[in-house]
């Protein structure tokens, strides 16, 4: 579970911080001081989420350290910025919206248009997708004309989204939203990914702009701006629809993002389809309401001949009403003014500025004086009124003047209606309103925080797809390389199969081959070239004292034994060297290793291997002592 700080508990649902995290708003500052990248106006618990995300990549846990890390390490402005700018969009986004921007919008637009050039503008269009895809939807509509009469301008803060939209070369993947005929017809499959159209692509212009603080583009038919005022807080994105307002025509189209809605500005936006997020520009300079004039109305002037009938209608209005002759005197008191305004008969033709009503509950003088000149009336609203009690009491004063047929000014009559109920049933009615624009702004900001979490959450699975695809491919590679050490181990036992086979048969050999020697009556000794002992024989062993084991390996000559060396190594030399093939039978004495002198034949014969030179020599050595002494004896019984 990630941990929160209390700063971001403190974050309210429309974006605003209850209370601003110092370090987190002086790291914004730094980014739009050192890069123009004002994110200042973004909402702040998503903006922090990711910026979090990115720290904890690189092992950071305040802001103050990463600001560090930016001052040392540029690069890393470009991984923050990808991080916290969301670019997750697809083809045909909320096809139902799309479905009634073919069918129900578009129509309307190109009627309206009368075959003049059409320009769009797909405001934060990220990869690109977005002006694709209404490029497709016009073209559909427009066939042949489509390229010399639509415009589209794409634009996005990212410019790396953007060099990726320039391309206009798509992934399998980011295909899968495309219907397919639309892929079938606007896009060629080149190496393995979904290039648009060339044709349709021309009418693309690909360009950076900053809703937040860069001049729209004008003269706009139809706007889309989708899925990006969401990232915005209130008053930003007040100030940025209001930019939009002046990028569109008249009557052009506003489309935004599903979490998105306008509030607050129903004077410059129209709702086409609410449910839909599609808004008309209508005009704002219609003049307001044109005011009372003294304009009377014909129509409703009743004949009404009877004095007696005039007057009653005149007393018992329920409008309190009085009337003030030319001379400034009271000419006429109804009824309900009577009780109203504690005026009774005796107050007839009084001056008027001696009455308190002349001068509460509000100042009648003047204004009767100006309706009188001017010959207009005059309305005073919602006049305060504290009578007796504590309760305030609101009255509309209407002050009108009274002229006789001849243009004659005779006087004027004033009315005064109690509207306290209505002023406070519009203040609840207003104060109701408020609440409800209020929660619709929380509602509505919440649910745009809901849309913009789930981008996020839809960029991570994006990026757990990507390595998790990363991962699958290294897993093949492993996979092949597994195969390719798996037929080398196969071709490495079938080696060692056949070397543990040879191994045997030299084994066997060698034994054959010590079994010959060993059945000798003779000693063997074999040497190679440089008369080191290779073979050693019991017999020799039995001659001289030393085992096989002591002798095999050593230079001949630095045996510590009888050998009678300075009669070898003549015999030897000439061998090896090849002046003779052979020395054979020659006889030798020696002394044996039980210091016994004995007569020895010894032969050496050149030891031949495959080439022409000797490969060694193999000297065999015959006790011959007793034969000797028998042959002695038998000569010297044959003598006696
Ligand atoms: C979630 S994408 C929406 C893409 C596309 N309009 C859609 O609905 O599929 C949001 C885009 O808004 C861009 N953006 C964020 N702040 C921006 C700003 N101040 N000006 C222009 N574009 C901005 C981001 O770079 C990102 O590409």
Redesign the pocket.
């Known amino acids: 579970m990630s941990e929160r700080t209390p700063v971001e508990e403190a974050a309210d649902p429309t974006g605003a911080m209850l209370s601003e995290d110092p370090s987190f708003e002086r790291l914004l500052q730094f980014l739009r001081d050192s890069r123009s990248f004002d994110f200042t106006g973004y909402k702040r618990p998503s903006l922090m989420r990711r910026v979090r995300y990115r720290m904890r990549e690189i092992g950071i846990e305040s802001f103050d350290d990463y600001q560090d890390v930016l001052q040392l390490e540029p690069r890393e402005f470009t991984a923050l910025f990808n991080t916290i700018?969301?670019?997750?969009?697809?083809f045909f986004?909320d096809l139902d919206a799309w479905e009634y921007l073919r069918i129900d919008i578009l129509p309307q637009v190109l009627e309206a248009s009368n075959g003049s050039p059409l320009r769009v503008w797909?405001?934060?269009?990220?990869a690109g997708?977005?002006a694709y895809t209404i490029a497709m939807l016009l073209h559909e509509e427009l066939g042949s004309s489509f390229r010399e009469r639509v415009k589209i301008y794409a634009?996005?803060?990212?410019e790396d989204?953007l060099n990726y939209a320039r391309q206009a070369s798509y992934t399998e993947r980011e295909t899968r939203s495309l219907p397919e005929t639309y892929r079938d017809r606007y896009f060629d499959l080149v190496n393995g990914r979904y290039v648009f159209t060339a044709d349709l692509r021309r009418s693309v212009i690909f360009g950076r702009?900053?809703?937040?603080s860069d001049a729209p583009i004008s003269r706009i038919d139809i706007l889309?701006?989708?899925?990006?005022l969401m990232?915005?807080n209130a008053e930003t994105q007040e100030r940025v629809v209001r930019r939009l307002g002046f990028a569109l025509r008249k009557n052009g189209v506003l489309f935004l993002?599903k979490a998105e809605m306008l509030l607050n500005h129903a004077s410059v936006f129209d709702p086409i389809d609410l449910k839909r997020r599609f808004f008309r520009r209508v005009r704002t300079d219609i003049a307001e309401g044109a005011g009372f004039g003294a304009v009377g109305f014909p129509g409703a002037r009743a004949i009404v001949a009877d004095n007696r009938l005039r007057n009653e209608i005149l007393l018992t209005n329920p409008i309190a009403q009085i009337a003030v002759g030319s001379d400034g005197r009271l000419a006429m008191v109804n009824h309900r003014a009577a009780t109203m305004l504690g005026l009774s008969d005796r107050d007839l033709d009084r001056p008027f500025q001696d009455l308190e009503v002349s001068y509460r509950p509000i100042e009648l003088r003047s204004h009767l004086a100006t309706v009188t000149e001017s010959r207009a009336p005059v309305w005073l609203r919602e006049v305060e009124w504290r009578r007796s009690g504590p309760d305030l009491v609101y009255v509309d004063v209407h002050l009108v003047p009274l002229m006789a047929s001849t243009g004659e000014v005779l006087g004027a009559s004033i009315s005064f209606t109690d509207v306290t109920r209505f002023r406070q049933l519009r203040v609840e009615v207003e104060t109701a309103n408020r609440q409800l624009e209020l929660a619709y702004e929380e509602l509505q900001s919440t649910n745009e925080e809901l849309e913009t979490t789930n981008?996020e959450l839809q960029s991570t699975v994006e990026e757990l797809e990507t390595t998790n695809e990363e991962l699958q491919s290294t897993n093949e590679e492993l996979e092949t390389m597994n195969e390719e050490l798996q037929s080398a181990n196969d071709e490495l036992q079938s080696t060692n199969e056949e070397l543990r086979d040879r191994t045997i048969e030299i084994t066997d050999l060698n034994a054959f081959m010590e079994s010959i020697l060993g059945s000798l009556e003779a000693a063997v000794i074999v040497l190679n070239r440089d008369l080191v002992v290779q073979v050693w024989t019991r017999q020799a062993h039995d001659l001289w004292g030393l085992r096989a084991d002591e002798a095999i390996g050593h230079h001949l000559l630095n045996l510590d034994s009888g050998l009678p060396t300075a009669d070898l190594h003549p015999w030897l030399r000439s061998v090896i060297t090849g002046q003779e093939d052979a020395i054979i039978g020659r006889h030798i004495n020696a002394v044996n290793r039980r210091g016994r002198l004995v007569q020895l034949r010894v032969t050496v014969t050149t030891l031949r291997a495959d080439g022409e030179q000797p490969a060694g020599a193999l000297v065999l050595m015959e006790d011959i002592s007793e034969i000797d002494s028998a042959a002695e004896s038998s000569r010297s019984e044959e003598k006696a």
């Open positions: 700018l969301i670019n997750v969009t697809s986004r797909s405001a934060g269009s990220s997708q977005e634009t996005d803060i990212d989204a702009n900053d809703l937040t889309l701006c989708r899925n990006t990232y915005l993002g981008e």
